[in-house]
């Protein structure tokens, strides 16, 4: 193999090797940033709809019930904290792409809030670790990407019980609404779900896989450049000296073109050599010479 072919293929490596490293850096770094900033823009959404609903149960259900003052009467409106969240984020959800909120479940009252296979591995998780305080991290969701954080919903209080306890004793007006099957058996202080925000990172994925294709593809053509840039100063400055020289030197051992001297302008390595080749020459020829006299 020739000394431009190895020094060109030594280049390529290297070269395409640092673009790799860059690039999956640079992949790397914007896929954090990507999760810090999902995680910050999930955190604010999900403390602001935890506050609502503390507010709901501090101040307002109190009022309602007072206000109501029967016990078979069960308004979901104005009286489930559970429904009114669930009415207001999916309202939320419908006017802001790439944000959704959910209170999954195992055994819910209402079948929307059935909680999928990775919900349900979550929940499972809560259950079998109750010092969990929080999960988070990505997960595909039909597909797509999500950064995700999910909170235990636990039956904290034995008031739970009265809707979600025994079904015969719940309010008749939400064994009407929703049936006495399914969300009931409830136990105190039992993990029975999570309360999951989903925060869209498929767009910045898409970016960083995009930026990642773009800086591979700026790398891959400087290297070109370079590599061209490299190839005509090597056959200028180097290869093609090196040939003539050797022609030269061939020419100098059987005694030929001894009085045609190289002229080479550079101080470099190469312009060294033309001078010991110069020198070569009329060593040669000064022994010639004398064998002749």
Same mark, same amino acid.
């Given at each position: 193999?020739?000394?431009?072919? *190895?020094l060109?293929?030594?280049?390529?490596?290297?070269?395409?090797?640092?673009? +790799?490293?860059?690039?999956?850096?640079?992949?790397?770094?914007?896929?954090?940033?990507?999760? @810090?900033?999902?995680r910050e823009?999930?955190?604010?959404?999900y @403390?602001?709809?935890?506050?609502?609903?503390?507010?709901?149960?501090?101040q307002?259900?109190?009022l309602i019930?007072?206000?109501?003052?029967?016990?078979?009467?069960?308004? #979901?409106?104005?009286?489930?904290?559970? %429904?009114?969240?669930?009415?207001?984020?999916?309202?939320?959800? &419908?006017?802001t792409?790439?944000?959704?909120?959910?209170?999954?479940t195992?055994?819910?009252?209402?079948?929307?809030?059935? %909680?999928?296979?990775?919900?349900?591995?979550?929940? @499972?998780?809560?259950?079998?670790? #109750? !010092?969990?305080?929080?999960? !988070?991290?990505?997960?595909?969701?039909?597909?797509?990407?999500?950064?995700?954080?999910?909170? #235990? +919903?636990? +039956?904290?209080?034995?008031?739970?019980l009265?809707?979600h306890?025994? #079904?015969a004793?719940?309010?008749?007006?939400?064994?009407?609404?929703?049936?006495?099957?399914?969300?009931?058996?409830?136990?105190?202080?039992?993990?029975?779900?999570?309360?999951?925000?989903?925060v869209?990172?498929? *767009? %910045?994925v898409?970016?960083? *896989?995009?930026?990642?294709?773009f800086?591979? %593809?700026i790398?891959?053509?400087?290297?070109?450049?370079?590599?061209?840039c490299?190839?005509?100063f090597?056959?200028?400055?180097?290869?093609?000296?090196?040939?003539?020289?050797?022609?030269?030197?061939?020419?100098?051992? +059987?005694?030929? &073109?001894l009085?045609?001297?190289?002229?080479?302008k550079?101080?470099?390595?190469?312009?060294?050599?033309? &001078?010991?080749? &110069?020198?070569?020459?009329?060593?040669?020829?000064?022994?010639? @010479?004398r064998?002749?006299?």
């Amino acid at each position: 193999m020739k000394i431009r072919t *190895k020094l060109i293929l030594i280049m390529i490596i290297l070269g395409l090797a640092s673009s +790799v490293a860059i690039g999956f850096v640079d992949y790397k770094s914007n896929q954090q940033a990507t999760l @810090n900033e999902a995680r910050e823009k999930g955190k604010l959404l999900y @403390n602001y709809i935890q506050a609502s609903r503390k507010f709901f149960v501090a101040q307002q259900r109190p009022l309602i019930v007072d206000l109501i003052n029967d016990k078979e009467r069960f308004y #979901p409106e104005i009286m489930s904290s559970f %429904a009114i969240q669930r009415m207001e984020t999916d309202i939320f959800n &419908n006017n802001t792409e790439g944000y959704e909120y959910k209170l999954a479940t195992l055994n819910p009252i209402w079948s929307g809030n059935k %909680a999928n296979p990775d919900e349900e591995k979550i929940i @499972n998780s809560f259950k079998q670790n #109750p !010092d969990l305080e929080k999960k !988070d991290g990505r997960i595909l969701k039909e597909g797509n990407a999500y950064y995700y954080i999910a909170k #235990p +919903v636990t +039956v904290y209080s034995k008031k739970c019980l009265r809707c979600h306890g025994d #079904p015969a004793l719940a309010p008749k007006d939400q064994q009407e609404i929703y049936g006495t099957t399914n969300g009931y058996h409830w136990k105190l202080d039992d993990t029975v779900g999570i309360s999951i925000i989903y925060v869209s990172i498929a *767009k %910045a994925v898409a970016n960083s *896989k995009n930026n990642l294709l773009f800086l591979m %593809a700026i790398g891959l053509g400087s290297l070109l450049v370079t590599i061209g840039c490299i190839w005509l100063f090597l056959d200028r400055s180097i290869i093609l000296p090196i040939i003539r020289f050797s022609a030269i030197a061939e020419d100098i051992g +059987v005694g030929k &073109n001894l009085d045609q001297p190289i002229t080479v302008k550079s101080k470099d390595e190469i312009g060294a050599l033309a &001078n010991s080749i &110069n020198r070569l020459q009329s060593s040669v020829k000064i022994l010639l @010479n004398r064998s002749i006299k």
